[in-house]
């Protein structure tokens, strides 16, 4: 059974930059496509970023899109979200997630999440 774990997450100022990680333990992440959602208070959980199975195609929301960066490093086991030009508005708790079937669509495997907040 795959489990991720995420961290980095803190507080910063807006403006600043934080890099958020993931890890998978009890598997590894090859094959699998990789994302990051968050949910702020009082709100749904919404898309951020995601990288496919073999890291050649990546999707941002619009919200994020030239602020953020996702990678992942398979011979690390490990996925990043490299978060610049942080706005009071990227504040929420941001969850890694993985889609075993590599296609991004449905994401099956789900961490903890880690605290961003970004104060104005």
């Known amino acids: 059974q795959l489990h991720v774990v995420e961290s980095g997450g803190g507080s910063v100022q807006a403006g600043g930059s934080l890099r958020l990680s993931c890890a998978a333990s009890?598997?590894?992440?090859?094959?699998?496509?990789l994302g990051w959602f968050r949910q702020a208070p009082g709100k749904e959980r919404e898309f951020v970023a995601a990288?496919?199975?073999?890291?050649?195609?990546?999707l941002y929301a619009d919200s994020v899109r030239g602020r953020f960066t996702i990678s992942r490093d398979d011979a690390k086991n490990a996925m990043y979200l490299q978060m610049n030009t942080l706005k009071p508005e990227d504040t929420a708790v941001y969850f890694c997630?993985?889609?075993?079937?590599?296609?991004?669509?449905?994401?099956?495997?789900w961490g903890q999440g880690t605290q961003v907040t970004v104060s104005s």
């Open positions: 997630a993985a889609d075993s079937r590599g296609l991004g669509n449905d994401f099956d495997y």
């Open positions: 990288v496919s199975w073999n890291g050649g195609s990546t």
């Open positions: 009890g598997g590894t992440f090859e094959n699998y496509a």
